[in-house]
C-alpha cells in the first residue's frame, strides 16, 4: 500500500467518501516537515492491522486545492484529517508524528485486535523487538533517515564501529514508543539493546566510546 497523489476536488471527494478510514495529507513542496509527514503516512499504511482495516492514504496540495482547504480550515501545513464516509473525524495540525500515528491506529481499529489482557500482550510484543537482533536501536526515525540529533548521532557511531544492527521508528507506533519506556524504565530515544539487554542512551553510548569499550559491549 502506498500514499496517493489527490490532484483534483473530484478526486478528492471520490477519496474521502469510502466507508473505511481515509487518511489525507494537506502538503506543500516548500515545507520540509510535509516530505517527514509523508513518510510517516507511508510506514503507517505498510502495518499489517491497518492494512487489514482498509485504510487508505493520500497527499494533496494545500495550496492548488485551496476550495478544498478552505472547506476544512486548513491554514497551514502539514496537516493531516481522517474521515469517514466523507466526513471528517478527527485531525492533526502540525509534523505531530506521535499524533499521526495514534490516530491513524485508533480510527483504523488497529487497536481493536489486542488480546483481551493488552498488558500482557503489549510485554510480548516489546521483547520479541527488543530481540530481533543483537544490537537494536529504537529511535526517531531509521538508520537511513534519523529524525532527531540524538539518533542521528547514534547511528553515527554505530556506522563506525562496522557492528550489525537493526533499527525500530518508534514515530510510526506510539503503542511501542509509550510501552517501552516502562518496560526498560528509561525515560527517552535513542535506546540501544544488545542480546535482549538495555544498553542506554546516547550519553551511555558516547561514554562507552571514550573508554574504548563499545565494540567489547556490542560484541559480548
Known sequence: MSVTNIDTVDNFVNFVRSPSLTVVHFSADW???CGQVTDILKELSKLP??????????VCDAENLSEISLKYKVDSVPTVILFKNGTQIDRI????????????????????NLDVSPKQS??????ALINKHNVMVFMKGNRDAPRCGFSRTLIQ??????????????????????????????????????????VGGLDIIKELQASGDLESTLNP
Open 31 to 33: 515545507a520540509d516537515q
Open 157 to 198: 557511531i554505530l556506522n563506525g564501529t562496522g557492528v550489525q544492527y537493526e533499527t525500530f521508528d518508534i514515530l510510526t507506533d506510539e503503542e511501542v514508543r509509550q510501552g517501552l519506556k516502562t518496560y526498560s524504565d528509561w525515560p527517552t530515544y535513542p535506546q540501544l539493546y544488545v542480546k535482549g539487554e538495555l
Open 49 to 58: 492491522e491497518v492494512q487489514s482495516s482498509g485504510s487508505k492514504f493520500g
Open 93 to 112: 495540525d502540525g509534523a505531530d508524528a506521535a499524533q499521526i500515528s495514534s490516530k491513524v491506529r485508533t480510527h483504523s481499529g488497529a487497536k481493536d
Open 122 to 127: 503489549l510485554e510480548e510484543r516489546l521483547k
